[in-house]
């Protein structure tokens, strides 16, 4: 098994392949409006995301990177050094939130729910438009409530 690793190292080396590449080609899951921290070996000069629709990733610091999932799919991320070398190339999988939910179909319209003791509407993908607007406008005017500050002159 040692001879294999090393013949592959040797392999890697002498084609160019980036030492670090070898070991950051496995794939990172993370769910749909959740965040997970993924660590870098060292500094982070560029971040790419394949398809930002499906996930964002924001740089916290030079080696410590938030991937947030955004919607259902897979996508990837490379991240490069200040040189331009690839640190981390990796699939990321964005799932379903792994939470007691409902989805109710009637007719063509589909609604979710999350269930944490009683079941609650919750906005999400492939959602009746006009129920999810409403929801939608329900939580900005909710989040609105919380920032508004009153100042006194």
Known sequence: MFRNLAFGLLLCLSLGVPAMALGDTEGF??????????????????????NPAIADATVHDGRLLLIT??????TNIIVLD?????????DIQVSSPQVAAITYYRGGAQRSYTCAGRCEATPNIGDDPEVFEQLMDQQEGKTDQGSDTVTEE
């Open 29 to 50: 899951a993370v769910e749909v409006d959740k965040a997970k921290v993924m660590r870098l070996p060292r500094a982070a000069s560029a971040v790419i995301v394949g």
């Open 82 to 90: 200040a040189r331009g070398n690839t640190i981390v190339e990796r």
């Open 69 to 74: 999932g955004k919607i259902y799919g897979a």
